[in-house]
């Protein structure tokens, strides 16, 4: 592959771009360093990929970039660049939700309408599903987001498809559910549950604690989506979940035991936006891209913890 991978200073992205200079592929990689984190975080993201020799970074923003030069001689978009969390995507935040899910990703697709790719394969969420959904959730449920980063993900997968149907372009789209490990991003959950316990602090968790997600290990995300490269059928929505459904209260006993020590947890009330379950019907998954995923909770949590810690000794 030639493969284009946008959002690769982010959390996924990086290591997506790692594991496709790892299987031999040629690895373009953009992303402009949006706000919503710090840059410092994205560029030790990157720190492992600089410098190698199948390897290109160029720091553009795609809203503002000559998309048609960018994916000439690209076989492969891995299109994850986006702005991701629920909680933000509330009152004028939204602005950055439209913006960079829904503009850039329709920039993006009228390049590949008219420079053919072999795939492009769009990162969606769980989020798309809403609550009313029946669990485990399948693709073709009728989907109806509880917040506005969701809807921007629907309304992304539906410029896929229309794209796919008017113009061939051979999309392949991905709904992700809540992704950990290392490098996961700083507003995420566990990467602040880790933190807190790691430093003895109080944990902040929103609701009852008996919320459930999927929790999906980064390595099993990218494992699927090198997959629906070349597997898979274009047109198609796949589920990649990591196989369990976790109450958030069990989850915390998993982080008490990484840190070896009791947790100080303050309630919060429950946040508009926040879905009450995911849980992923991956069947389809399975099928079709030979997707299992291999990594439990708590191998999983442990392995952020462990990344957690040592950057907390570098920069306590
Ligand atoms: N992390 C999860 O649990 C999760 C779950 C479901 C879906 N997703 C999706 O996966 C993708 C990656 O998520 P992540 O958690 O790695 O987020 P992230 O914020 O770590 O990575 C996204 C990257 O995209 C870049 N970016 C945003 N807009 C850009 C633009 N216009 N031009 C260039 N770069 C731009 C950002 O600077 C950032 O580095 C997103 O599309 C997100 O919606 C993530």
């Avoid at 200073?9 to 200079?21: D, K, T, Y």
């Avoid at 993201?45 to 000559?66: A, C, Q, R, V």
């Avoid at 602005?95 to 960079?100: D, K, L, P, S, V």
């Avoid at 389809?284 to 913890?305: K, M, N, V, W, Y």
Wanted: hydrophobic share 40%; net charge neutral.
């Amino acid at each position: 592959m030639n493969a284009l991978v946008t959002g690769v200073a982010g959390f996924i992205g990086s290591h997506l771009a790692e594991a496709l200079i790892g299987d031999g592929h040629k690895v373009i990689g953009v992303d402009c360093f949006t706000d919503y984190y710090e840059r410092s975080r994205k560029e030790a993201n990157l720190s492992s990929l600089m410098g190698h020799s199948s390897f290109k970074f160029t720091e553009i923003d795609l809203m503002e970039t000559d998309l048609a030069t960018l994916v000439a001689g690209v076989t492969h978009v891995f299109h994850l660049a986006a702005q991701p969390g629920v909680r933000h995507s509330w009152k004028r935040g939204f602005r950055a939700y439209t913006a960079r899910n829904l503009d850039a990703t329709q920039g993006l697709l009228e390049a590949c309408a008219e420079q053919p790719v072999e795939r492009f394969i769009y990162a969606s969420s769980s989020s798309v599903y809403g609550d009313h959904a029946a669990l485990p959730m399948r693709e073709d449920a009728s989907p109806l987001p509880v917040s506005p980063y969701g809807v921007t993900k629907l309304a992304a997968e539906l410029l896929c498809r229309l794209y796919h149907e008017t113009s061939g372009v051979p999309v392949v789209v991905l709904r992700y559910f809540t992704v950990y490990g290392p490098r996961q991003r700083p507003d995420m959950a566990f990467h602040r549950f880790l933190l807190a316990a790691i430093r003895g602090k109080p944990i902040y968790v929103y609701g009852d604690g008996r919320q459930t997600r999927d929790f999906t290990f980064v390595s099993d995300t990218v494992t699927a989506t090198v997959a629906a490269g070349t597997h898979g059928t274009v047109g198609r929505i796949y589920n990649v979940g990591g196989g369990s459904q976790v109450s958030v209260s069990d989850a915390l006993e998993i982080v008490a035991a990484c840190a070896g020590r009791p947790l100080d947890i303050q309630r919060k009330p429950c946040q508009r936006g926040d879905m009450r379950d995911t849980y992923a019907d991956t069947s389809l998954a399975q099928r079709d891209l030979g997707f299992t995923p291999t990594i439990s909770l708590t191998e999983g949590l442990r392995a952020e913890h462990e990344w957690l810690s040592q950057l907390s000794t570098v920069n306590p």
